[in-house]
């Protein structure tokens, strides 16, 4: 395992914007996690992330991921945890990047080397989350690929042992993968899932022509509805990474802008919605034009406090990230409900 397995360190700057709760903003170092998020479990914070560096996994043993390279070694999604937020450790691959996809819809048992590798197109986005009837963990990820080879979702379901892995098939008594059935969500860019409590669950993704579209998920959250989504949503237009939460009657939404893949200093924009994820989002304009020296990717909650996920890429545009770090950015409302501009 690279040198990255042992524990990093994090620095925390406590502040406070205007009115607004305390949050702090936090600086993660020297791990090899990207595009990912942090979830929290009582006392146990798991952090998920794409990695891309040489010697991160079985996969990358001799060669990190180029994205855009053909033939590129796709190395991986790895979990860390920490029980305060300073010290993180290694725990394990989330499931092997050498083994088969038994899903794919173009080629059943093909490596995942050729789902997440093909054309450079890497797999991206790990999104885990606590499925509400019956407590099983459930990792989404996209697989670009899959879009740009047959036009399918580029979107993969795996049920999971637990909140650290590992996942897919083999995996305890619910490993699986699945190709969600998606009929609005049907495009190949980056997502979060959105659980909105008694209003649904939801997937926010980025399409093609880099609008954002949003759809709701089924029972088993593998799946979305037929008919139950919305596109275009907010009018927005050259954008990527959304992000949703609440607070009281209204959800937030924030999504790097424009899009830029592995762009330094992208701006982060926000909307907002009192109708629910269907509803009518209305855009508030930027948190940030630099986004501290980075680009927004997820919402997370810790301790109850939401905190914006930007990676901060470097060098600018690079097609391996595997040095990039995590900047975690505290999200503040005034009074009237807006969001307040970052304050990095």
Known sequence: MSPDANRRIIRPSLRSVGAAAAASSYQINGLDAHDGKIVQVDGTYYLYGTR??????????????????????????GVWTSTDKINWTFQRMLFDPLSANPASPIAPGESWQVTCGFGGAGC??????QRASDGVWVLWFNAPGDYNRIGANAYYAMGCAGPAGPCGP??????????????????????????????????????ADQT??????????????????KSRIG??????????????????????????????????????????MLGTWTPGGLLSSQSCTGQPRTLNFLDGLPY???????????????????HLEGVHLDSSGNLLPFGC
Not at 124 to 129: D, L, T
């Open 52 to 77: 891309y560096g040489r010697g991160s996994s079985s996969a990358c043993a001799n060669s990190g991921f180029f994205w855009r390279q053909n033939g590129t070694p796709w190395c991986g999604f």
């Open 124 to 129: 991206f986005n790990p999104r885990m989350v």
């Open 170 to 207: 083999g995996a305890g008594p619910h490993g699986s993968v699945h190709k969600p059935n998606l009929w609005t969500v049907f495009g190949n860019g980056d997502f979060d899932l959105v659980n909105d409590g008694a209003n649904g669950v939801y997937i926010v993704g980025t399409m």
């Open 212 to 229: 954002l579209s949003v759809e709701q998920l089924d029972v088993w959250w593998t799946n979305g509805v037929r008919g139950v989504g």
């Open 235 to 276: 009018a927005l237009t050259s954008v990527e990474s959304p992000s949703v939460f609440r607070a009281g009657p209204y959800l937030y939404l924030t999504y790097s802008s424009p899009n830029c893949a592995f762009c330094s200093s992208d701006g982060t924009g926000w909307a907002r919605s009192a109708g629910g």
């Open 308 to 326: 914006e996920w930007i990676d901060q890429w470097t060098p600018s545009g690079a097609p391996n990230q595997a040095i990039a770090n995590i």
